[in-house]
């Protein structure tokens, strides 16, 4: 399988008084596998917020144990639940080019952030046709069934 330009990209928010020595540990086997250093990484701890943008030469597509393994590592970190995502700018799959993975605690957490990705990523194709305060009335529903 051929190399892909690709980018792992995301802002999460950790935990209180998770330092950057844990966040590098986190990312410590991705900049190894990529043969990269994690200091001259784009990832910077604003506050509480994790943002990164690294640039990698990967498999791209919809599967990357890379990324498997970097949420597990950025679960205990994370504060609830998030998401980053791998581009792939070298793919001919249109809808391969990017592919979310969810951080979370636990399997819970990993699913609600599944969850408000989800809701997300249908708000603007959603909302224009019934409207804003119906849109946040069917997330609202949403999240609830979850909880049922």
Sequence with gaps: MSSHDCRVTGSITLKNGVT??????AFAPL???FGRVFAEQEIELEGRTLHFSIDIWGNGGYTSPEMDELSERLGPLVD???????????TGDTDAGE????????AG????????YGIEQMQPWV????????????????????NR
């Design 109 to 116: 957490a990993v699913e609600a952030a599944r969850l408000r």
């Design 31 to 33: 900049c190894a596998c």
């Design 99 to 106: 592919t979310p993975y969810f951080v979370g605690i636990d």
């Design 127 to 146: 909302a224009p046709v019934i409207g804003q305060k119906q849109f946040e009335g069917l997330a609202a529903t949403i999240l609830e069934m979850r």
């Design 80 to 90: 609830g639940n998030g998401w980053f995502r791998l581009l792939d700018f070298d």
């Design 20 to 25: 950057m020595v844990q966040v590098a540990e």
